[in-house]
């Protein structure tokens, strides 16, 4: 059995970069798209134990991914994990509405973020 | 049921002119014990003795009768009931007492509850500002995303000891380049706070025109009285006096110019209206408390010129008779008095005259975005100006099927109950080359007048009522499903 893969959604590009390494070396497998329909596409063409998704995204934001995966039988079940910033308590509570599996909010530690993976993605080799 | 304040009056006066009651009641013939009811408010004073009593106190009769004093005590009984100030401590005592014992500490109660009021709304209004502003929101947010990645990188490199050299390099130059970026955006957020712009006044001149029209109950008496004389010698003149053109002539193709009928009678009728009314207007605006800056008079003289236009096309004791004979429906009112349906909606929010009162109505206009345009409260219906009316009420239902009533009954979370009515109306006949400017206008009432007014029939009061708010922000329902925002104060 290979690694837990790890889709990260997030279109700053140091962020992703930090948040690619700890998973790494957390032991995930780290996949990353820098925009909402890039993602979409991502998760439907291969197979991620969890995706780590930011709601201020351009183009498609994180609401309409989600939605988009939580309508499409094939995804339904897939962990997302949501960023939302610190004070939108509206973000979150759509996000929670249309069915975010966890939530982060911004600025998180590594530790937070690495315990929510490994809790929803089963932890390392767990898909 | 409010007491008679004579009595209260009689008493602070003598006292203060150092007059004996038993002296008073010999000057003006009656026994000590009949003045001692009066001055306990015991029995009531027939108007002969007012004049006397009056007379020997050296006052006019008017400054016994307590017009000026029920109108305190109405508004410190408004106070004892704002849910926020009573908190469950129970009435305070009937306001009568302070005023006529005590009518400086009155009035300054009174100016404190309005500085308080101003002061709600100032914080409302600058919370409004910083949630909206667009530069504010970006910044916060561009701020919180540098934070994010310093914090992260920060970690890895507090961390991780079995960083690579080139990692070591590629964190801390995150580091370095975020926290520029988050200098930057300080640096931004400081000068937007210093700039001029950013300055918050504690009331716009158009709350200043709301107190004016609170204060005055929004029935102006000396209008009302040049406009019943400008009829009597019929001033009106001919354009004003047009009947309704036919429809060929009533919609004019220019998309552009076009105005109602009804819209420029009443432009025309306060252009003749003007050398009459200017100088009480002036009078009125000029010698008023609440009209502190000249934007405020100016908006207060527009508002006051409208009302003289109004009472002319809608004179008091005729509207009056056929708003209680129609129910006031505003159909029939607009039919009856050839106006528009918002011209007759604006009238009823007026019907105030003291012994003539027709139901009391606050009035509320709003364009299809939410944004109020034209408001007239109700003391326990507080209006909002700032941030959008409650979704639930009739205002926005109004849109959806323009020209047809919304209603429906509400309850604040105050527990006050209502009854709102509203239409979609267009501002001016719509072409194929503008888009439709609607507008909806709201009336509402207390629940307990709903019978009087055609629009409360056939709806079931005990299982109609829904739970309302006036704006998210301010509002304690936290489950609403309708809820946009957090309350400010939970």
């Keep these: 059995m290979g690694k837990a893969r790890i889709l990260i959604a997030e279109d700053e590009q140091n962020i992703v970069e930090s948040l690619s390494f700890i998973l790494n070396r957390a032991g995930f497998d780290v996949d990353t798209a820098t925009d909402g329909t890039e993602a979409l596409d991502r998760v439907r063409r291969l197979p991620f134990s969890a995706l780590v998704l930011d709601i201020m995204l351009p183009g498609m934001n994180g609401f309409d991914v989600l939605r988009a995966i939580r309508s499409d039988q094939k995804l339904a079940a897939l962990p997302v994990i949501v960023l939302t910033a610190k004070g939108q308590a509206g973000d979150r509570r759509m996000a929670e509405a249309i069915g975010a599996s966890a939530f982060i909010t911004k600025p998180f530690s590594n530790a937070e973020v690495v315990a929510h993976v490994s809790r929803l993605a089963g932890g390392v080799g767990g898909r | 049921m409010a007491r008679n304040l004579t009595g209260l009056k009689i008493r602070a006066l003598r006292r203060d002119r150092k007059l004996a009651q038993g002296e008073l009641a010999r000057r003006v013939g009656i026994s000590a014990s009949y003045l001692n009811l009066i001055e306990r408010d015991k029995r009531a004073i027939a108007g002969g003795l007012v004049d006397r009593i009056a007379a020997e106190l050296g006052v006019e009769r008017s400054d016994l009768d307590g017009v000026a004093e029920r109108r305190v005590v109405a508004s410190l009984e408004e106070i004892a009931a704002d849910p926020e100030l009573a908190s469950g401590g129970g009435h305070p005592g009937p306001a009568e007492d302070l005023v006529g014992r005590n009518p400086a500490w009155a009035a300054l109660v009174l100016r404190l509850y309005q500085a308080w009021l101003d002061q709600n709304q100032a914080v409302l209004a600058l919370a409004d500002r910083l949630n909206r502003d667009p530069f504010l929101g970006d910044s916060v947010h561009r701020m ?57 006044r504690s009331a716009t001149p158009a709350e200043h025109v709301d107190a004016f029209i609170l204060a005055t109950d929004n029935y102006f008496p000396e209008l009302e009285a040049v406009a019943a004389d400008f009829l009597a010698a019929d001033r009106t003149p001919d354009a004003a006096k047009e009947k309704l053109p036919d429809a060929s002539s009533r919609f004019p193709p220019e998309a552009t110019v076009a105005e109602r009928f009804e819209t420029r009678r009443f432009r025309l009728l306060k252009q003749a209206l003007q050398p009459v009314v200017a100088e009480p207007i002036q009078a009125l605006v000029q010698s008023h408390a609440a009209l502190v800056s000249e934007e405020s008079r100016t908006l207060a003289t527009a508002a006051l010129a ?22 006031y429906d505003l159909d029939a009112l607009s039919r ?48 909002p100006r700032y941030g959008n009316a409650c979704p639930l009420w009739a205002i926005h239902a109004a849109f959806q099927n323009p020209g047809v009533s919304a209603r429906g009954f509400g309850e604040l979370p105050s527990g006050e109950q209502f009854l709102f009515f509203a239409r979609a109306v267009e501002k001016r006949p719509s072409s194929a080359a503008a888009p439709r400017h609607l507008l909806s206008v709201m009336l509402a009432c207390a629940a307990e007048d709903a019978g009087r007014v055609v629009y409360g029939d056939g709806i079931d009061l005990g299982k109609a009522m829904a739970p309302i ?17 957090a309350p400010l104060i939970t």
């Design chain 2, 306 to 327: 409208a009302y003289a236009a109004a009472a002319v096309l809608m004179p008091y004791e005729h509207f009056l008779e056929a708003a209680e004979r129609w129910r």
């Design chain 2, 144 to 200: 919180l995303t540098n934070v994010t990645s310093i914090r992260a990188a920060a970690e890895i490199l507090e961390a991780d000891d079995a960083l690579t050299p080139a990692d070591r390099r590629r964190f801390r130059s995150i580091v370095a380049t975020d926290a520029q970026k988050l200098s930057g955006t300080a640096h931004a957020l400081l000068e937007f706070f210093n700039s001029a712009h950013m300055r918050v």
């Design chain 2, 336 to 383: 009856l008095f050839g106006v528009s349906y918002e011209q007759a909606a604006h009238r009823l929010a007026t019907l105030h005259r003291p012994g003539a009162e027709g139901v009391r109505f606050a009035f509320m206009r709003t364009d299809a975005s939410g944004y109020v345009t034209k408001r007239l409260p109700l003391p326990r219906l507080p209006l």
């Design chain 2, 469 to 485: 708010g006036t704006i998210c922000r301010l509002c304690p329902r936290e489950a609403c499903g309708h809820r946009q925002e």
